[in-house]
């Protein structure tokens, strides 16, 4: 087998090897035998030596015309387009992705920089009126500093540049520590970067386990702010270091989804969409729906739409055209989720799915079949916990305002759906719903790139990332007054 070259670290505008030589295997989730690529396994030399590459830097690109930093913006733009199907089947063989989501999350990496590549050209502070006619006061934003991001493996393209161009067009420097699930792609985006002209140290990556490397990264001295996606635990971790350091912190996590249906919805169309939401890329997004909360009165016969449309859908290799959903990450993902599926079966009633799907095609890759349970009930572990995989768990509702209810009965608060064709319904649910993104007849995956992402209660750190919200975190305010001098 042909010995793949090691993708190195980006540190300071060249790529740097692990000081301790260490490297580690991309294995493609649809097939283990296919090794992806080769990327260094490094450590806090690496992590070290980006964050002072990353200070280095700052004050020549702090000082840069916001136009200056957005050109370099637009132009990586520009060549992620160009690159937009090799990156995509990269992102799909290195951890899961249907090639036609996989293409979808570069076109919105290409979306994002070119959206904040304008932000170089909007206002980044406010005039404000004195109460002394001759004094002129105003606002500036300025940049933090070095900012670390801490990115998941799930969206390896998406995540990282929602989270690095904000930071970058008003004036910071970043490290990027991506996921040890997908730090190829995270490379690519090194390499968009520097073909774009991006000074040296101005963005860095440094890949390598993910506990190790992301508190020294916080803990270091010249990171002023660090912005995180990914699991609880994590996220409250990196809170108490943060707040310790005294540095400002941004977290997004995790999400137990509910879509409502009530009885007078479209149910064809309710189904397709529940599904689409539930079991795309197997389940594996924040904003995945996790939970079915349907009025009783039409519970059966919704529960029948669904279970037909999952029993139907494709599940292949990520690199297939067909691939509804393809494998899980990787082997403990897999494991979680069938571990998940047995508890279910002790809290509801299996009618599709339950296991993994059989034969050639799937011998080596991490599948898991879409499975639904019906008659769950809201306290079960199932409606509780993120599972994060193919697994939808449909609840009945007595009422509209018991859906609610039920809807708000778990730790997290990222993202729901209704569907409904009564305004009313439609109205006390946007009241009273607790959750960061309110849905309509829509699905409770996905947001618009120009429209503020971020949840309630254990979702977030109740910040807000993506569209003109980015600029809150990534900026800080100045108060400027001048009066005349001299005397009246």
């Known amino acids: 087998m042909r010995q793949l070259a090691t993708k190195h670290n980006w540190i300071g505008g060249q790529w740097v090897p692990s000081s301790n030589g260490e490297t580690r295997e991309v294995r493609n989730p649809s097939n283990t035998d296919e090794v992806v690529g080769v990327v260094a396994w490094s450590t806090e030399k690496e992590i070290a030596a980006a964050a002072e590459a990353a200070q ?18 637009a132009k990586a733009a520009q060549i992620l387009a160009g690159r937009l199907e090799e990156v995509a089947t990269l992102l799909s063989r290195e951890q899961g992705k249907p090639i036609g989501e996989a293409r979808g999350e570069v076109q919105r990496g290409v979306d994002l920089l070119q959206y904040y590549a304008g932000e170089g050209w909007r206002s980044v502070g406010d005039v404000i009126p004195s109460a002394s006619a001759d004094t002129l006061m105003f606002t500036v934003r300025e940049p933090l500093g070095v900012v670390a991001v801490i990115t998941p493996w799930n969206f390896p393209v998406a995540i990282p540049l929602w989270k690095s161009a904000p930071a970058l067009i008003y004036g910071n420097t970043v490290v990027l520590k991506p996921a040890a699930d997908a730090p190829l792609t995270a490379l690519a985006i090194a390499e968009v970067f520097a073909e774009a002209g991006m000074p040296p140290g101005v963005f860095n990556v440094v890949t390598g386990p993910g506990s190790k490397l992301g508190d020294a990264l916080i803990n270091h001295e010249a990171v002023k702010a660090v912005t995180f996606t990914g699991s609880n635990a994590v996220g ?24 409502i249906v009530l009885a007078d919805a479209d149910l064809d169309k309710a189904a397709d969409i529940v599904v689409s939401g539930a079991m795309r890329f197997a389940g594996q997004k924040c904003t995945a729906t996790s939970r079915a909360i349907v009025e009783r009165k039409v519970i059966d016969a919704f529960a029948e739409k669904v279970v037909e449309r999952v029993r139907a859908l494709p599940v292949r290799p990520a690199t297939d055209e067909e691939a509804y959903l393809g494998p899980v990450v990787n082997q403990s993902q897999r494991e979680k989720i069938l571990q998940y599926i047995e508890t279910g079966k002790g809290e509801g009633r299996l009618v599709a799915g339950g296991g993994t799907p059989q034969g050639e095609l799937y011998a080596k890759g991490y599948f898991v ?26 609840i009945p509702a007595e009422s509209p ?3 609610i209810e039920i809807a708000n009965g778990v730790r997290y608060g990222l993202s729901a759906s209704l569907f409904t064709n009564d305004l009313t319904a439609a109205l006390r649910y946007i009241r009273e719903i607790e959750v960061g993104m309110v849905r309509v007849n829509a699905e409770t995956a996905g947001v618009e790139l120009q429209a503020p992402f971020g949840g309630y209660k254990a979702s977030s750190s109740y910040s807000r ?7 809150e975190f990534f900026t800080q305010v100045k108060t400027v007054a001048i009066m005349p001098a001299g005397g009246p």
């Open 56 to 73: 280095e830097a700052l004050p020549a690109w702090k000082k840069l015309a916001g136009p200056a930093r957005a050109r370099i913006l």
């Open 236 to 259: 409250s971790h990196i809170a108490q270091l943060a707040a310790a350091r005294g540095i400002k912190y941004q977290l997004e996590m995790g999400g137990k989804n509910a879509a």
């Open 369 to 394: 079949e879409p499975t639904v349970f019906v008659d769950v009930l809201p306290d079960a572990t199932i409606a509780q916990e993120e599972i994060f995989g193919p697994v939808l768990a449909l």
């Open 401 to 403: 305002e018991h859906a």
């Open 465 to 471: 990332e993506q569209g003109r919200a980015a600029i």
